[in-house]
T-cell receptor, first 114, second 114 residues
Framework: DTEVTQTPKHLVMGMTNKKSLKCEQH?????MYWYKQKAKKPPELMFV???????INESVPSRFSPECPNSSLLNLHLHALQPEDSALYLC?????????????FGSGTRLTVV | GDSVTQMEGPVTLSEEAFLTINCTYT??????LFWYVQYPGEGLQLLLK?????DKGSNKGFEATYRKETTSFHLEKGSVQVSDSAVYFC?????????????FGTGTRLTIIP
């Protein structure tokens, strides 16, 4: 298995809703990442988990809450989002934090906040 | 800090044309360099990589050579196809321990016309 699987592929949520994005990999990678990508822009790093511990939080608002239940799973809990949070949310993994082997990305969750 | 500069797009070429997308970088030490490709509506895929000076990465007919003297990693393909239409991101990870963040360029949108 050489994939990163993200669910759901599309999500529409209201500003008062609570939802979660899920990411799963079975490649034995020990680093996992959340990125946010706005249209026609490069991905922006949000969070890094290394060996299931949060290593990097790029000053992300608290309405985004990451969780790494085990080495294969990564969640992003969403609460009280704003319309400007609408974007493509990408999960990625790598053999290690900053691996020079490159990252494997999922196909993303396209989030619309209404 | 580390940065990646890509040629501005969009780039439009006819099928079977020669492709060059320029990428230069600023980083201390010897970063690892990558090209990622994003097809419409999808996540990012690692296209090729190079981890040391004079290395050539290649995949699917694309090539890029790590040139430390010019701090460049230009992407080339001898004969493009319609299926190569996508957004291409140049990226790097530094080698200084503790700051291995993947840094992206702004992306170059490529459209191939039949």
């Amino acid at each position: 298995d050489t994939e990163v699987t993200q669910t759901p592929k599309h999500l529409v949520m209201g500003m008062t809703n609570k939802k979660s994005l899920k990411c799963e990999q079975h490649m034995g990678h020990r680093a996992m990442y959340w990125y946010k990508q706005k249209a026609k822009k490069p991905p922006e790093l949000m969070f890094v988990y290394s060996y299931e511990k949060l290593s990097i939080n790029e000053s992300v608002p608290s309405r985004f809450s990451p969780e790494c239940p085990n080495s294969s799973l990564l969640n992003l809990h969403l609460h009280a989002l704003q319309p400007e949070d609408s974007a493509l949310y990408l999960c990625a993994s790598s053999q290690g934090w900053g691996s020079n082997y490159g990252y494997t990305f999922g196909s993303g969750t396209r989030l619309t906040v209404v | 800090g580390d940065s990646v500069t890509q040629m501005e797009g969009p780039v439009t070429l006819s099928e079977e044309a020669f492709l060059t997308i320029n990428c230069t970088y600023t980083a201390t030490g010897y970063p690892s360099l990558f090209w990622y490709v994003q097809y419409p509506g999808e996540g990012l895929q690692l296209l090729l990589k190079a981890t040391k000076a004079d290395d050539k990465g290649s995949n699917k007919g694309f090539e890029a050579t790590y040139r430390k003297e010019t701090t460049s990693f230009h992407l080339e393909k001898g004969s493009v196809q319609v299926s190569d239409s996508a957004v291409y991101f140049c990226a790097l990870t530094p080698t200084n321990f503790g700051n291995e963040k993947l840094t992206f360029g702004t992306g170059t949108r490529l459209t191939i016309i039949p």
